[in-house]
């Protein structure tokens, strides 16, 4: 008998499932490691990659409330490298191409969430029959909220005097309630991988670097969309002087990412080796790389 079990977590079909790979079972048939799918849920997040570490506590606790779902997460293409690599409760990952909108779009869902304003991403889930939470488009071509479990989050984005002013919420407890679930100060749902981990450490120990050392990170980046929020390179610079100043036996790592090589050289340049205390990492490593160098620090 040749039966084949396409509702199955393992399930690839275009190859043997990983199960197979390392000789844990034959095929499908008398699997004992077939698990049914029983929720498929897509979330829709596309902001920044802070804005992807905080909505992971959504997908974290949607995967210990159904833990035979299948989570997956329509986003941008930089944050669809974090969640690949570094958040685990996601099972699949798309970035924001008409192809991967055609992929989404034939499936059928126990829930969608969209978080996004986006047009793309608000028609195509207006157009999803599946139960819906978040936001989707009226008949005018607007955004609206699908439920009342989204309007404190609307209201941020409408709304600059409830933003600054009335708002006493975090943004994570925001997005679970959007998502209908109980916020009870949920954890991010992130980790470091080996391999990374391993590069970071080694890379610390060439600069002399040791456990025993307390060794501080300075993240002088932040997203290009919100650059006017940006602290100027010097005053980071100002800030390596006090710490070291005051305690000469800090090591302190400058963290920064591929959209920050104007300030990293500025702060090199305002060093020019004077304070050796002073360990400046690469701009252009991966995003998981750079969460493990995070990780190092204190």
């Known amino acids: 008998m040749n039966t084949f079990h396409t509702d199955c977590t393992y399930w690839e079909g275009q190859k043997p499932c990983t199960k197979q790979k390392i000789n844990l079972t034959k095929g499908c048939y008398k699997c004992t ?3 049914r799918i029983r929720q498929n849920i897509l979330i829709i997040e596309a902001g920044g990659l802070g804005s992807t570490l905080r909505t992971s506590v ?3 606790e949607l995967k ?3 833990p035979h779902s299948i989570i997956q997460w329509l986003t941008n293409s930089q944050s669809a490298e974090l969640i690949l690599s570094n958040i685990p409760s996601v099972d699949r990952v798309y970035s924001m191409t008409w192809e991967n909108f055609m992929i989404l779009g034939v499936q059928i869902y126990y829930i969608i ?5 986006n047009p793309v991403c608000l028609a195509f889930t207006t157009n999803c029959s599946s139960n819906k939470k978040g936001f989707m488009l009226n008949d005018f071509g607007n955004p609206i909220i699908v439920s009342s479990s989204a309007k404190e989050f609307i209201k941020l984005q409408t709304n600059d005097h409830f933003r600054k002013m009335e708002n006493k919420k975090s943004m994570q407890q925001i997005l679970m309630e959007v998502a209908g679930l109980t916020w009870q100060r949920q954890n991010y749902d992130i980790v470091t991988r080996e391999n990374d981990d391993d590069w970071a450490t080694a890379f610390f120990e060439s600069q002399g670097i040791t456990k025993k050392d307390m060794l501080i990170g300075l993240n002088i980046g932040s997203s290009l969309r919100h650059s006017a929020k940006r602290w100027p390179p010097q005053y980071f610079y100002e800030l390596a002087e006090l710490c070291l100043e005051h305690h000469p036996e800090w090591k302190l790592a400058i963290l920064a990412g591929p959209e920050d090589v ?5 702060i090199a340049d305002l060093n020019n080796q004077r304070l050796s ?3 400046f990492t690469d701009h252009d490593n991966t995003v998981s790389q750079f969460i493990s160098l995070v990780n190092k620090t204190k």
Do not use: P, Q, R
């Not at 969430?113 to 304003?117: R, V």
């Not at 104007?262 to 500025?266: G, N, S």
């Open 33 to 35: 490691f077939y698990s």
């Open 113 to 117: 969430i969209n978080f996004e304003s």
């Open 64 to 66: 210990i409330i159904y």
């Open 277 to 279: 205390n002073l360990i």
């Open 262 to 266: 104007d300030d990293h050289k500025t």
């Open 58 to 60: 959504v997908a974290k």
